[in-house]
């Protein structure tokens, strides 16, 4: 028997503020219709002041572990852009707040792929022993870090939180994570980024800033081949996907990975319309949204994959486990 690490709960919550498309427009020289026809979205969920990403982090955990019916786990690993504080880290307040005090918990920073680096350590320490069960879980609270004068950046992104529960398992029953490839190049780090860092040069912007374009081809052309490298690795073609979960980044971006990888278009699972992008949660909340909605079933291939910043890029290959209906 080869040890591996299973998925055995998702879960997903969203704060209850919803933004639409027309409330952004009274807010900024936007549309609706630009923003629907470049971005795919029409609404995402914002918190109120006082919310912080801890909370949303907890409330997605909790509903992990209750949909698993566990109250313990020996790891929580947190990815997110938008910690509580720069210094401690978020997870042992997660996990603390779970009532998991004395755990192994801590972040993980790779912004809209945190999550996918997240797993990846949870996995291994899954694999090596060091933890039974492990919660992985994506959280942002993105709409504070947004410049308020900046339309392109303020229509996009989304708050909320998404978790995955990872138990030990067999490789090969459903559920096992099979595959994960992960990488980086740092020559691209000004292409999402927030200043204000101690080596920085521009410290009075807090704001995070993106450069859209070569963001989006650079996101095309590392999903792609993570997701390539994956199906290499496990011996599946393009054609044994049965969904591909991308990082909800934009829709044009899904359909390009998709054409790209000469995968149905159909197959590549979309909830960015509801929720815009929410970065390190991204991943997680469409595995929720895919269970839920009962796209997702049992033994059916999937294939994860994000691009964000640093650059940082990856994709997982797994098995959707058997997993009570919510
Ligand atoms: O999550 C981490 C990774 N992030 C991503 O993957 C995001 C990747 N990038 C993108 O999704 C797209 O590049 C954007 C959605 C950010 C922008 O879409 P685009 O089609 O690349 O637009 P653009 O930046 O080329 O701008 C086209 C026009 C510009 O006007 P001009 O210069 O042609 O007159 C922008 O000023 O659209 C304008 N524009 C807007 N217009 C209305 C930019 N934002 C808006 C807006 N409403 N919100």
Same mark, same amino acid.
């Given at each position: 028997?080869?040890r591996?690490?299973?998925?055995?709960?998702?879960?997903?919550h969203?704060?209850?503020?919803?933004?639409?498309?027309?409330?952004?427009?009274?807010?900024?020289?936007?549309?609706?219709?630009?923003?629907?026809?470049?971005? #795919?979205? @029409? &609404? !995402?969920?914002? *918190?109120?002041?006082?919310? +912080?990403? %801890?909370? =949303?982090?907890?409330? /997605?955990? $909790?509903?992990?572990?209750?949909?698993?019916?566990?109250?313990?786990?020996?790891?929580?690993?947190?990815?997110?852009?938008?910690?509580?504080?720069?210094?401690?880290?978020?997870?042992?307040?997660?996990?603390?707040?779970?009532?998991?005090?004395?755990?192994?918990?801590?972040?993980?920073?790779?912004?809209?792929?945190?999550?996918?680096?997240?797993l990846?350590?949870?996995?291994?320490?899954?694999?090596? #022993?060091? @933890? &039974? !069960?492990?919660? *992985?879980?994506?959280?942002? +609270?993105? %709409?504070? =870090?947004?410049?308020? /004068?900046? $339309?392109?950046?303020?229509?996009?992104?989304?708050?909320?939180?998404?978790?995955?529960?990872?138990?030990?398992?067999?490789?090969?029953?459903?559920?096992?994570?099979?595959?994960?490839?992960?990488?980086?190049?740092?020559?691209?780090?000004?292409?999402?980024?927030?200043?204000?860092?101690?080596?920085?040069?521009?410290?009075?912007?807090?704001?995070f800033?993106?450069?859209?374009?070569?963001?989006?081809?650079?996101?095309? &052309?590392?999903?792609?081949?993570?997701?390539?490298?994956?199906?290499?690795?496990?011996?599946?073609?393009?054609?044994?996907?049965?969904?591909?979960?991308?990082?909800?980044?934009?829709?044009?971006?899904?359909?390009?990975?998709?054409?790209?990888?000469?995968?149905?278009?159909?197959?590549?699972?979309?909830?960015?319309?509801?929720?815009?992008?929410?970065?390190?949660?991204?991943?997680?909340?469409?595995?929720?949204?895919g269970?839920?909605?009962?796209?997702?079933?049992?033994?059916?291939?999937?294939?994860?994959?994000?691009?964000?910043?640093?650059?940082?890029?990856?994709?997982?290959?797994?098995?959707w486990?058997d997993?009570?209906?919510?």
């Amino acid at each position: 028997m080869i040890r591996t690490a299973v998925v055995a709960a998702v879960a997903g919550h969203l704060p209850p503020r919803v933004v639409t498309n027309h409330d952004l427009a009274l807010r900024f020289d936007t549309t609706d219709e630009w923003i629907r026809t470049r971005t #795919g979205i @029409a &609404r !995402r969920h914002h *918190v109120d002041p006082g919310t +912080t990403t %801890s909370d =949303l982090a907890v409330q /997605a955990g $909790r509903r992990a572990l209750e949909n698993a019916g566990e109250e313990q786990v020996d790891l929580v690993v947190v990815a997110t852009t938008t910690p509580d504080r720069p210094c401690p880290a978020t997870a042992p307040t997660v996990a603390t707040k779970l009532g998991l005090t004395g755990v192994a918990a801590y972040d993980v920073s790779a912004v809209c792929t945190g999550f996918l680096y997240a797993l990846h350590a949870a996995a291994a320490a899954v694999q090596v #022993g060091s @933890a &039974r !069960r492990a919660l *992985v879980i994506g959280a942002e +609270t993105f %709409s504070t =870090l947004l410049d308020p /004068a900046d $339309r392109t950046t303020g229509v996009i992104f989304g708050d909320g939180a998404g978790a995955v529960l990872l138990r030990a398992g067999e490789r090969g029953e459903p559920g096992s994570l099979e595959s994960m490839h992960l990488g980086s190049d740092g020559t691209m780090a000004d292409l999402i980024t927030v200043r204000g860092g101690r080596g920085d040069a521009a410290p009075d912007d807090p704001y995070f800033r993106m450069q859209g374009t070569p963001v989006f081809m650079a996101a095309v &052309r590392h999903m792609a081949q993570s997701t390539r490298s994956v199906l290499n690795d496990v011996g599946w073609s393009v054609e044994d996907v049965d969904h591909l979960i991308g990082h909800q980044a934009n829709t044009r971006i899904l359909r390009a990975v998709a054409e790209k990888l000469n995968l149905p278009p159909q197959r590549a699972l979309v909830n960015i319309d509801r929720v815009g992008n929410t970065a390190a949660a991204s991943i997680p909340l469409a595995m929720a949204d895919g269970h839920s909605t009962g796209r997702l079933r049992k033994g059916e291939r999937v294939v994860l994959t994000a691009f964000g910043g640093g650059a940082t890029w990856g994709a997982a290959a797994l098995t959707w486990p058997d997993l009570p209906a919510l």
